[in-house]
């Protein structure tokens, strides 16, 4: 039986699946309600990739659509983009770019969100959502 699971919603458009994934972002979408219709803990990872899938605008239609679909306590992972194989030529996410995304999440009502791939980043560690207490350090 399967408990929980981390999908990676790697971008929220068509064309950037299509295009860098080779794949289609409906199904992906279709996984994760299934997943939580069948009450599987679930948790979100988006990769940011500079100039690719980083705009805010996109970013706020993702996270919308996450607090409308799946409910506000899913948790959503921001992961910083580091250049390497086949885009080599960007350069790493900048810090600043995966706070705003953060903002946004917690400003569209989604309670646990988190940065990734900074270590010590205060993004890292789990917030209650009521009184804005650590309650988790990593």
Same mark, same amino acid.
């Given at each position: 039986?399967?408990?929980?699971?981390?999908?990676?919603?790697?971008?929220?458009?068509?064309?950037?699946?299509?295009?860098?994934?080779?794949?289609?972002? &409906? &199904?992906?979408?279709?996984?994760?309600?299934?997943?939580k219709?069948?009450?599987?803990?679930?948790?979100?990872t988006n990769?940011?990739i500079?100039?690719?899938?980083?705009e805010?605008?996109?970013?706020?239609?993702m996270?919308?659509?996450?607090?409308?679909?799946?409910?506000?306590h899913?948790p959503?992972?921001?992961?910083?983009?580091? &250049?390497?194989?086949?885009?080599?030529?960007?350069?790493?996410?900048?810090?600043?770019?995966l706070e705003?995304?953060r903002?946004?999440?917690?400003?569209?009502?989604?309670?646990?969100v988190?940065i990734?791939?900074?270590?010590?980043?205060e993004?890292?560690h789990?917030?209650c959502?009521?009184?804005?207490?650590?309650?988790?350090?990593?």
């Amino acid at each position: 039986m399967l408990d929980a699971a981390n999908i990676d919603l790697k971008g929220f458009t068509e064309t950037f699946y299509r295009d860098l994934c080779s794949g289609e972002l &409906p &199904p992906v979408l279709k996984t994760l309600k299934i997943l939580k219709e069948e009450k599987i803990h679930i948790e979100i990872t988006n990769l940011m990739i500079p100039t690719i899938n980083d705009e805010m605008s996109l970013v706020r239609e993702m996270c919308l659509w996450v607090k409308r679909e799946l409910g506000s306590h899913t948790p959503i992972h921001f992961f910083r983009f580091y &250049p390497l194989y086949k885009l080599r030529s960007l350069p790493p996410t900048p810090v600043s770019t995966l706070e705003e995304a953060r903002a946004m999440a917690l400003s569209c009502g989604l309670e646990y969100v988190y940065i990734g791939n900074i270590p010590g980043h205060e993004g890292g560690h789990t917030f209650c959502p009521r009184c804005n207490k650590m309650v988790i350090q990593r």
